[in-house]
């Protein structure tokens, strides 16, 4: 009989234990995502603070544009805990968005001549990065992101996962966490 509490009191510990990781990383994920999306917003601030008249406007914005590059990088590569696992991927889409758009970016300003094709695309990957960085946000908060061309279909509502569509070309994955 002994032996039986033993067994179930080292089980319960290594639950309880368990549990407290658990709260711990995904503690330490929010944190995380407080901190990159407190950048995100300094970014947008000094991207839209740059002197248009200046001479070194062009230089601002790539360096800006570098840097938030580097964020969303930090942040893909950030361990998703489970109750967030359909950031993950999205995580993952904007930040090769955002390396699209930076590359353009450079493209359309760093050569001789201004490439305006190159700017417009880049415009381009950039709101496509937004718009995931948007429904990350949305997911955090607990809510199915919404909007012009999104929806969410359910695949199987007793277990649990869908997608959210946004437009025909842009689909992306969405999974509902799953209690365990």
Known sequence: MTKCKILGFSLLLTFLLTACGQDE???AYQEDMNTFFERA???NDKMNAIDQNSD????ELLGYLDAFAEDIEWMAGLEVPSQFSVVESLADEADENMKEAVALFHAAYDGEVFDEASEQAAREYYDRTNV???YIITILHGEI???EGVTYTEENALLGGGYLNKDEDDTVFYEEPQDE
Request: glycine share 6%; aromatic share 6%.
């Open 25 to 27: 990383a995904l503690d």
């Open 41 to 43: 917003a300094e970014y």
């Open 56 to 59: 070194t406007k062009t230089i």
């Open 132 to 134: 995931r960085l948007q």
């Open 145 to 147: 992101p919404e909007g």
